[in-house]
């Protein structure tokens, strides 16, 4: 049996699996089918214990004395699907996993073997986990480690990935208890992810490029051109961070070569330097690249610059994040790309940015890092397409976009 970490992977030696999720606390588990786009075909997708059986993938209840899981038959996993997302939510309306350590169990369907366990790390107010992922890569099912969390629960994870979670209607006069009506089977929603009826209709939220946000509520899911301030608890964020940018071929079978750097400029745009594959280390070693992925294969992220905020020296006030096809690929071949910035400290992922569309260029400017007169940076999701196939024809259009 294997003890999964974070990001690692394991080739699945059973065509059906069962993932269960045990937790000192009840916990509900579901499941997700998910095409190449990461996003399901439609609301019969979404597995959980009030729609218990989809195409390939059923839920499974623990009846209270186990843990409830997510059965997996890989032979009847329908063409399109490409990845079934296993989540886990406490039970109890508003609890967090803060001292709660989940584990989940990969296990052979037919004779309850384990073949891995995953325990995620250092969680706090998260709400809601995407816990495992059995994902087809070349014909061949494996099984990863996520442990990505969410604070705004399972509707959280559910919308991400395109579930049509139902708003509650507004607050009405008091009336007489009508008798339960039975779900309509062509929307099935969980009750314990639809919050309940607020006294005033929710503030619409904000369009894309419009307003600031800091990190006081959790997770960040930037928009383009949205900007986040690196903020928490009314102080800036000046510790060891890190940018994982990451991206999958959108053809099956066919390896897709980028290559992640960072652009370093001072406060009038000038260009100090670059990290990258060539050059791992810049700024006196206030930014290290973690090396070349050839291939874009593997868990988590493809390439990671590590980011240590407190010894970035005065006279760097800017940073653009890009990533670019050396060997000529064009976006238009890469199913989706994504930056994320981590705390290097606790493995939490503070913010997201993940790339929705894409040109048949050779490059990209996914975020910048920009420090304020106070002090304190703040992260803007950019998603900007350039034609240079090396980061050396990044930094004039990169200049430009400070």
């Known amino acids: 049996m294997t003890a999964m970490t974070s990001g690692s992977n394991i080739p699945l030696s059973a065509a059906r699996v069962a993932v269960d999720v045990a937790a000192p606390v009840r916990l509900d588990v579901s499941g997700l089918l998910l095409t190449a786009d990461g996003k399901v075909r439609s609301d019969d997708d979404f597995i959980f214990y009030n729609q218990p059986s989809g195409p390939g993938v059923t839920y499974r209840s623990g009846g209270g004395s186990s843990p409830d899981a997510i059965v997996v038959d890989t032979a009847a996993v329908p063409p399109g699907i490409e990845k079934i997302v296993v989540t886990a939510s406490p039970d109890a309306a508003g609890q967090t996993f803060q001292g709660v350590e989940p584990t989940a169990t990969v296990r052979n369907a037919d004779d309850g073997s384990a073949l891995a366990t995953f325990t995620p790390p250092q969680l706090g107010n998260e709400t809601a986990l995407v816990v495992i ?14 442990g990505q969390g969410y604070a705004n629960g399972l509707a959280g994870i559910a919308t991400d990935f395109g579930v049509s979670v139902e708003e509650p209607a507004a607050a009405a006069p008091p009336a007489p208890v009508a008798p339960p009506v039975a779900p309509q089977a062509a929307a099935p929603v969980d009750p314990r992810i639809t919050p309940p009826a607020p006294a005033a ?12 946000i800091n990190l006081d509520k959790g997770r960040v899911s930037l928009q383009k051109n949205q900007t986040v301030s690196l903020v928490k608890g009314g102080r800036p964020l000046l510790s060891q961070v890190k940018m994982g940018l990451g991206w999958e071929p959108a053809f099956r079978g066919k390896d897709i070569d980028l290559d992640a ?20 280390s810049i700024l006196n070693g206030a930014i290290k690249h973690s090396g070349d992925n050839l291939t874009g294969e593997g868990a988590g992220d493809d390439e990671v610059i590590v980011v240590d905020l407190g010894r970035i020296p005065a006279e ?3 940073l653009v994040f890009t990533v670019n096809s050396f060997t000529g690929q064009k976006f238009t071949e890469v199913a989706k790309a994504y930056c994320r910035l981590i705390d290097a400290a606790t493995g939490e992922e503070l913010v997201r940015f993940d790339l929705t569309g894409a040109e048949p260029q050779t490059g990209v400017m996914m975020a910048k ?18 034609k240079s196939r090396t980061v050396r024809g990044m930094v004039k259009p990169a200049s430009k976009a400070l």
């Open 133 to 146: 992922e059995i994902y087809l890569r070349n014909g061949a099912w494996k099984a990863r480690a996520v």
């Open 201 to 212: 209709p929710p503030a619409p939220p904000a369009p894309a490029g419009s307003g600031k």
């Open 261 to 280: 750097s960072v652009i370093a400029y001072g406060p009038n745009r000038n260009h100090l330097d670059s990290c990258y594959f060539g050059k791992l």
């Open 316 to 318: 760097a006030t800017g």
């Open 369 to 386: 890092l920009i420090k304020q007169f106070s002090g304190e940076w703040e992260m803007t999701g950019m998603g900007e397409f350039v």
